[in-house]
């Protein structure tokens, strides 16, 4: 069983940037479209980011799109999202996610189609 850890969160203000890794366990990563979500308190859980299994292929919810880069580094099992001109309303749990099909140049934007999930972490936008 595939196991992500997120790390990289925090607190930051309006404007400033952070940069989350997710650490993927095990030998198949490369075999995988890897994705980001995020879930503010008391709202669904919300597609942010997703990348293709060799990288490249992106896309991105409108809201961060232009703010957000997904990036993966199969060589260290690790996707990567760095985030710049953070807002208040980018507040959430950020949680990383591995998509269950192994197709080449494609990427997933809905929650079902995701298999394995890390456990989150923080990120808070101070105005």
């Known amino acids: 069983q595939v196991q992500l850890v997120e790390s990289g969160g925090g607190l930051v203000q309006t404007g400033g940037s952070l940069r989350l890794s997710c650490a993927a366990s095990g030998r198949t990563f490369s075999s995988h479209a890897m994705g980001w979500f995020r879930q503010a308190p008391g709202k669904e859980r919300e597609f942010v980011a997703a990348i293709s299994r060799g990288g490249s292929l992106t896309t991105y919810a409108d809201s961060v799109k232009g703010r957000f880069t997904i990036s993966r580094d199969n060589a260290k099992n690790t996707v990567y999202l760095q985030m710049n001109s953070l807002k208040p309303e980018d507040t959430a749990v950020y949680i990383c996610?591995?998509?269950?099909?192994?197709?080449?140049?494609?990427?997933?934007?809905?929650?079902?189609?995701?298999?394995?999930w890390g456990q989150g972490t923080q990120v808070t936008v101070s105005s």
């Open positions: 996610a591995r998509a269950a099909g192994t197709r080449s140049f494609a990427t997933f934007r809905a929650s079902n189609e995701y298999d394995a």
